[in-house]
């Protein structure tokens, strides 16, 4: 199946820092990725689908100045956590969708854990 | 807007034996229906999914799903667990419009060998 990276897998920033994550298909191209966030025993919740070439479309309650998304190119989005502050320390978590396959299916990279202090 | 409630939190279980874990969905159109597994430590794996057909679908591990339009529901099942099936458990549904999945709480299942 397709494959979805993120970097970095974990992160320690300090309170009032910019942290940036990106997201990379490795082996395919995709128009559309989406962030999500999962807090500790919770599900996932999106924040974010970010298209190849225009704004990204924020979930409702999710301030997209603070989480800027960027999909620069078909292969890599990166998120940016802006002025954060401890509450923002959650796992992130991108997923693609590959456009070559028969069905619409999503392939989700291995998350990023984020922690401020 | 499209809404998906998984009833179980938290599921023990002893190893052979029997499991169904319940999915139901809201949505008013056609739906594209997801189950996905996170083992310890890693990232989400797709376990089957139904978008047509045979309302019966089988997955990867053993694992098979049966949508039944009229319960707007898409359980997952197996008959056998395995200690190797310790993991938590997503259902997901996407709507006819838009790219959109929506999870559901997941399922934490705990198989004791």
């Known amino acids: 199946g397709a494959v979805v990276s993120q970097h970095p897998s974990r992160v320690i920033c300090k309170s009032g820092t910019s942290v940036k994550i990106e997201c990379r298909s490795l082996d395919f191209q995709a128009t559309t990725m989406f962030w999500y966030r999962q807090f500790p025993k919770q599900s996932l919740m999106l924040m974010a689908t970010?298209?190849?070439?225009?704004?990204?479309?924020?979930e409702q309650g999710v301030e997209k100045d603070k989480f800027l998304i960027n999909h620069a190119s078909l292969t890599l989005s990166t998120l940016t956590v802006t002025s954060a502050h401890p509450e923002d320390s959650s796992f992130y978590i991108c997923s693609a969708r590959d456009p070559r396959g028969s069905v619409d299916e999503q392939y989700f990279g291995p998350g990023t854990r984020l922690t401020v202090t | 807007a499209q809404s998906v409630s998984q009833h179980n939190h938290h599921v023990i279980l002893s190893e052979a034996a029997s499991l169904e874990l319940g999915c139901n969905y809201s949505y008013g159109g056609t739906v594209n229906l997801f189950w996905y597994v996170q083992y310890p430590g890693q990232h989400l794996q797709l376990l089957l999914k139904y978008f047509s057909g045979d309302p019966l679908v089988k997955g990867i591990k053993g694992f098979e799903a049966e949508f039944i339009k009229s319960k707007f529901s898409f359980n997952l099942r197996k008959p056998s667990v395995q200690w190797s099936d310790t993991a938590e458990y997503f259902c997901?549904?996407?709507?006819?419009?838009?790219?959109?999945?929506?999870f559901g709480g997941g399922t934490r299942l705990m198989v004791k060998p």
């Open positions: 997901a549904v996407k709507g006819d419009a838009g790219n959109m999945l929506t």
């Open positions: 970010s298209n190849e070439g225009s704004k990204a479309t924020y």
